[in-house]
């Protein structure tokens, strides 16, 4: 081409600049006779499509320098995307001013990235601004718009646009669906996408993924399963974006086989996908499957992210299980996702669920990082563990780091305050929650204060807090007050407690067995053998207790008098050794612990063989000197075992660690963490 025309210089350039050839490109455009709007845009998009953002804005300049009558809406739309991708919104007005100075506000081309620049800063006044300046209005225009409603959560200014006259393409019926998922609005969301369906509207894996979300959401799942059938009948059951939202759906609405089978059924699986199904298992109380998942994914060559990783350690914290979740810290450090919050909360959180308040603290210091989520997970497990005054010292500092805590924060604060007796300080939160902090109670800080009252013997005043309270306790909440009936004898308090239960959760054994206790202690024999009478009617059956210990991977299970077990003769032979121990050094068994009418020496067989007392002497014959004995038992610690474990810690010299269902017990040389607080 031995004279090339201008049309030449632009279309080589054209393809350098969309190529990414950029030294090419600089050098040619060096080299072009005759500039004009178009060799400028090639030049400016070829940075831009970089992501060199300097280099593009220098463009511009020299563009301007060079003179504005080169400028055209392709100029002005690049750079109003450019300033929007960036977050350089200064500049972008500086532009917008010149758009306008130059005439080029009425041009629908323009028009959209500046609407879409103004929206995405939450800047939703001046985008309509610009909106409603503009002559004519096209479909994407209308969709940023609408977008920028959303994002902004005014959901009655996106439905009002979305209900006026225009041609609505697949993409605005989506951004809909999208929008009211997003803004919680579930069902709305459920509603647009029939009507979607009624339209004729061509779905992809975007509106897939968001109503399936909604259904999520709200546990829909029959409507679920109809989206589902749906998806299949236009084949996009093979996407892996829809088939992993269909597996959290499932997993969400509480149906873990249909996950699986989903899950199993996808041709091609990624690491969300992976995740799905990992945290689908944690949310449902699956915490091994989790941790099984999370092992198969590694085998199959996906690299975990950080929200994988602190799923999986998640579900170790709440498997109570310390040494998988330290093979998993360790895998954190190794591949660098340690720097993750996500990951190093988790971990804060392990720590803590499992008893090692040590190494939780440390790792919490040892954050460069922390956000809310740090410092309430630091909380919560202080509170587990009875720290009372290190958590509210851990609180202060929080607040006065200008940290705002949420709900859940203060259900550490408001627990611990209650384990500890610190009524009035708990009284004090609870307010400050409310007055300072804006948070409206829900149901669980109720229960912690219900638990403050009545563990501290207030019962009457937590009569009183529960008339008053702007909804009734669920089974939690009445649980807890019936079983602080039991050592003030209150039976009048306690059968209301009870009667509460019993309508709520008719075949719960928990409000008979605690009812049962209370007569029990009280020596009403009569009562106990009418209520057995009626739970045997009703078909009631007390849920059996078990503990649990870990070791060499494998969890060993023991309930009550068990001699399931190949090593039973070896552990009752030595709990033998260990009873005559302690009875020398003190210890006198609490008969108010066995609720049969039995004699004395079939009340002391009993006691002597509860499940956690097997599982510590396994501990004591397997786990090695030096190491802590780690328990996690079904159900609250009884009295008698409780006190029997001060006494085999101090024999045995060895720290045992119990996690029931009220908290952690630490015992120590005689004495437990809790200060016989529990």
Known sequence: MPQPNDYSWNTILSAYSKSGSLSKMEELFHNVPNRDGVTWNSLISGYANRGLFMEAIKAYGWMMRDGVGYFNRITFSTMLILCSNHGCFDLGKQIHGQIVKFGFESYVFVGSPLVGMYAKKELIHDAKRAFDEMEERNVVMYNTMLTGFFRCGMVEDAQRLFDERWEKDSISWTTMITGLQQNSLESEALQIFKNMSLQGKAMDQYTFGSVLKACGGVHALEKGKQIHAFIIRTDHEDNVFVGSTLVNMYCSCKNIKYAESVFKQMTSRNVIAWTAMLVGYGQNGYSE????????????????????????????????????????????????????????????????????????????????IRDEVTWTALVSSYSQFGKADELIVLFEQMLAQGLKPDGVTFIGVLSACSRAGLVEKGKEYFKSMVNEHGITPVLDHYTCMIDLLSRAGKLEEAKKFIENMPFSPDSIGWTTLLSSCRFPGNIQIGEWAAESLFKLEPENSAGYMLLLKIYADKGEWTRVAQLRKIMRDKGVRKEPGCSWIKYRGKVHTFSADDNSFPCSDQIYDELEKLHSKMIEEGYEPDMNSVFHDVD???????????????????????????????????????????????????????????????????????????????
């Open 289 to 368: 499957e989790a941790v099984k998942i999370f092992c198969d994914m590694q085998r199959n060559g996906i690299v975990p992210d950080d929200y994988t990783l602190g799923s999986v350690i998640s579900s170790c914290a709440n498997l109570a299980s310390l040494e998988e979740g330290a093979q998993f810290h360790a895998h954190a450090l190794v591949s660098g996702l340690i720097s993750f919050l996500t990951v190093s909360n988790a971990l804060v959180t392990l720590y803590g669920k499992c008893g090692s308040i040590d190494n939780a603290s440390y790792l919490f210091d040892a954050m460069k």
């Open 600 to 678: 004395e020496s079939e009340k002391r067989k009993m006691l002597s063989r509860h499940s956690e007392r097997l599982a510590i002497v396994f501990g004591l014959l397997f786990i090695p000197r030096g190491l802590p004995i780690r328990i996690v038992k079904n159900l609250r610690v009884c009295g008698d075992c409780h006190n029997a474990t001060k006494y085999i810690s101090k024999i045995t010299q060895r720290e045992i660690l119990v996690r029931d269902t009220m908290r952690y017990h630490l015992f120590k040389d005689g004495s437990c963490s809790c200060g016989d607080f529990w």
